[in-house]
Structures are given as structure tokens and as C-alpha cells.
């Protein structure tokens, strides 16, 4: 049985419904909330429901750009005028009484949020033994990492499929994600500048024999990775990439924001495979590698995993 099948057996069962809406943040910043508002569903027992149509970084159809449908779609203006309102402290618990009037049965993003964002929910085990899952959340995050890969749209897993064959990795290999851009220069969520040179580190561990697969935002991490003569490195990276800039991929049209997403996803699909993983747990990317991999054979160089 298939496991978006399995979670959806699940998913349908509970009599209260949770409501999450995608934002315009970056694409696996809003992947990883996402999922972090599932394993709050499952582990409460609340059926799971998704608002794409104001996911930023999608084209026309939101979630189908990607993935085939794995939980019930609504696009109600109802529910977006709530979580907007909420957002908005003054007018936050009236809003919410409202919809509990309305909706009892019925929680929104803004309910959950803070919830999500707070140190003891990340240490809080699972225990879903509809799925045969228990332990840390990591398991939890890592089953529906698992989700999304198996529910990719067949253009899209093509597309991926064509990306990678392109590259002409070895069968082994370790991987890297070199983080640059807005997030590094505004130093947020904990990222700061590490030089390319310590992802090369020789007490991390790995084999540098090994190609290393390099994703980053910066081509001057290829320049300076060429100082180790002894690492044979592996990147699709463009000169022209100076840096990653969220608030300039929101103003791209829909055809290239979907193009630069499914090569972050073709990125993505390669490091997993990796014999190790080492990346920055500020970054999303680098959390949702580690989360699929439950943090095993992987290295952050800033954070310890957590789920935001």
C-alpha cells in the first residue's frame, strides 16, 4: 500500500478538521511548516486540510503545480480572512471566538502557530500506530518527506528525473548545501556566513574520495571549493547565481518560479541519496535533508535539527 494512500485512510477519520493555508515564504520554508502542521493533525487527532491557492511559490494551480492531491483541498475566503485578521494581534481573540462559534470543529494556522514554533513541541515524541510510526518527531517529518516524493506530478518527476541524469553523478557520492543569499546576509533563523572551505572539513567524517555533490545560491562557493584540488565537485550551479533573494523570485512569472522549484527539487532528490549529507540546519533545504535522512550520516554546521 502506497504511503499517501495509507495517510489518507488516516487522515479521513477524525470528526475535527485542521485547516492549514501555504504563505509566500521560500519553498521548503513553507514545506517544512506544512508538514510540522501535519504531525500536530495526526498526533491530535485532527483531519488534515490545505489552502494552496496563496502558496508563493506555485504558478496557477498552487499544490498541483507539484504533487497530485494527498489531503482535501479548500480555497475558502473565509478561512483566509480569519487567518489574516488573526495575524493582526489586536483583533487576534475576537476573531478567533468567532470562528469557534461558527466553525467548533474547525482550527486555523493562526491557531496552531505558535504552537508549532515552540522548543517543547520538537521535543514531543509520536506515536501514530496507524502508520507504524513512533519515536522522535523527526519520524514524523521524515514519513511525509516521503509523501511528497512519492506524490510528485509524472512532468514533474520527469523533468527531476532529466535534471539529474544530466549531471552525470557516480553512483556514490556525499553532498553539501552552501547556503548564500538574503537569509546568510540578514543572518536569520541562526544562519551566518561559513566559508565553503569547512563544509570540506576532514573531521566530519566523510570520504573525500568521494565526488561531492554541491548545491548552493552562490557561484563564488564553486570558486573557492576549487582550492581542493583532492575533491572532485559536482554542482549545477550558474555564474550568474550571486545569492539567493526570496523577495526577488516572488516577482518572477509563474513558468520560471516553477522551473527554479523543480531544480531545488532536483537538488533535493540528490542529496537524500547521498552516502552524507552535510549543510546548515538553518537553512530549510538542509532541515528537510536531514529530516528525510532522520539525521543519520548527515552534519550541520550551525543548528541541531528542529522542525522550524
Known amino acids: 500500500m502506497r504511503l499517501s494512500d495509507q495517510y489518507a485512510s488516516v487522515n479521513g477519520g477524525f470528526d475535527c478538521r485542521l485547516v492549514w493555508q501555504m504563505g509566500r515564504s521560500g519553498f521548503?520554508?513553507?514545506?517544512?511548516?506544512?508538514?510540522?502542521?501535519?504531525?500536530?493533525?495526526?498526533?491530535?487527532?485532527?483531519?488534515?486540510?490545505?489552502?494552496?491557492g496563496t502558496f508563493g511559490c506555485a504558478g496557477v494551480r498552487g499544490w498541483e503545480d507539484f504533487w497530485k492531491p494527498i489531503v482535501p483541498e479548500t480555497r475558502s475566503v473565509v478561512?483566509?480572512?480569519?487567518?489574516?485578521?488573526?495575524?493582526?494581534?489586536?483583533r487576534k481573540r475576537s476573531v478567533q471566538r468567532v470562528l469557534r462559534r461558527l466553525q467548533p470543529r474547525v482550527l486555523?494556522?493562526?491557531?496552531?502557530?505558535?504552537v508549532l514554533l515552540d522548543e517543547r513541541y520538537n521535543r514531543q515524541p509520536?506515536?501514530?500506530?496507524?502508520?507504524?510510526?513512533?519515536?522522535?518527531?523527526?519520524?514524523?517529518?521524515?514519513?511525509?518527506?516521503?509523501?511528497?516524493?512519492?506524490?510528485?506530478?509524472?512532468?514533474?518527476?520527469?523533468?527531476i528525473l532529466k535534471l539529474n541524469a544530466s549531471i552525470n553523478l557516480a553512483s556514490t557520492y556525499n553532498a553539501a548545501q552552501v547556503r548564500r543569499g538574503d537569509k546568510v546576509a540578514m543572518q536569520d533563523a541562526g544562519a551566518r556566513f561559513i566559508a565553503a572551505r569547512e563544509f570540506c572539513a576532514g573531521e566530519l567524517g566523510w570520504n573525500k574520495s568521494l565526488?561531492?555533490?554541491v548545491v548552493a545560491d552562490d557561484y563564488s562557493v564553486v570558486e573557492e571549493l576549487r582550492h581542493f584540488s583532492e575533491i572532485n565537485v559536482v554542482h549545477r550551479?550558474?555564474?550568474?547565481?550571486?545569492?539567493?533573494?526570496h523577495a526577488e523570485f516572488l516577482t518572477l512569472n509563474a513558468a520560471e518560479r516553477r522551473r527554479r522549484i523543480i531544480s531545488l527539487l532536483a537538488d533535493?532528490?540528490?542529496?537524500?541519496?547521498?552516502?552524507?549529507?552535510?549543510?546548515?540546519?538553518?537553512s530549510?533545504?538542509?532541515?528537510?535533508?536531514?529530516?528525510y535522512r532522520r539525521d543519520e550520516y548527515c552534519h550541520s554546521l550551525d543548528l541541531p535539527w528542529r522542525n522550524y
Request: charged share 20%; hydrophobic share 45%.
Open 28 to 52: 521548503f520554508s513553507e514545506v517544512n511548516m506544512m508538514i510540522g502542521a501535519m504531525c500536530y493533525a495526526l498526533t491530535n487527532r485532527l483531519s488534515f486540510e490545505l489552502d494552496s
Open 79 to 90: 478561512f483566509r480572512w480569519i487567518v489574516g485578521e488573526s495575524w493582526a494581534k489586536r
Open 108 to 114: 486555523t494556522k493562526d491557531m496552531v502557530w505558535s
Open 126 to 159: 509520536i506515536d501514530w500506530p496507524q502508520l507504524g510510526i513512533k519515536g522522535p518527531l523527526i519520524n514524523g517529518y521524515s514519513f511525509f518527506l516521503a509523501v511528497l516524493i512519492e506524490c510528485l506530478r509524472e512532468d514533474v518527476l520527469d523533468e
Open 211 to 213: 565526488p561531492l555533490f
Open 237 to 245: 550551479i550558474a555564474p550568474s547565481d550571486v545569492g539567493y533573494r
Open 268 to 282: 533535493f532528490l540528490v542529496c537524500i541519496e547521498a552516502e552524507y549529507f552535510v549543510g546548515t540546519y538553518s
Open 284 to 291: 530549510n533545504f538542509s532541515r528537510a535533508v536531514g529530516a
